[in-house]
Nanobody
Framework: QVQLVESGGGLVQAGGSLRLSCAAS????????MAWFRQAPGNEREFVAA????????TYRSSVKGRFTISRDNAKNTVYLQMNSLKPEDTAVYYC?????????????????WGQGTQVTVSS
């Protein structure tokens, strides 16, 4: 079992930055790929970024490439999402997810554990 707790969300103006954190507890964090997904009101949940177990492999949705960076610290059982140049369309609840696999994936079905989410609101 893995428990995930997100933090770092909030209200920011367009062009600003936020750093999300996801603290994991439970089994074998360092053996798991991790990811961030988001869901805006009225929309389906969508993939944002993922990172492999070692941090050596990352993948992003095209609309956040060059603005968002996913990273992890296995010693701290934490994964991060640095979000720069935020846009109003980035407004959503952001969820952290843990997979029972080593390599990163953009498919939500590959992720077995989910956090409760943290709200990110970007004002124009």
């Amino acid at each position: 079992q893995v428990q995930l707790v997100e933090s770092g969300g909030g209200l920011v103006q367009a062009g600003g930055s936020l750093r999300l954190s996801c603290a994991a507890s439970g089994r074998a964090f360092s053996n798991r790929a991790m990811a961030w997904f988001r869901q805006a009101p009225g929309n389906e949940r969508e993939f944002v970024a993922a990172i492999s177990w070692s941090g050596g492999g990352t993948t992003y949705r095209s609309s956040v490439k060059g603005r968002f960076t996913i990273s992890r610290d296995n010693a701290k059982n934490t994964v991060y999402l640095q979000m720069n140049s935020l846009k109003p369309e980035d407004t959503a609840v952001y969820y952290c997810a843990a997979a029972s696999r080593y390599s990163s994936s953009n498919y939500d079905g590959d992720y077995d554990y989910w956090g409760q989410g943290t709200q990110v609101t970007v004002s124009s």
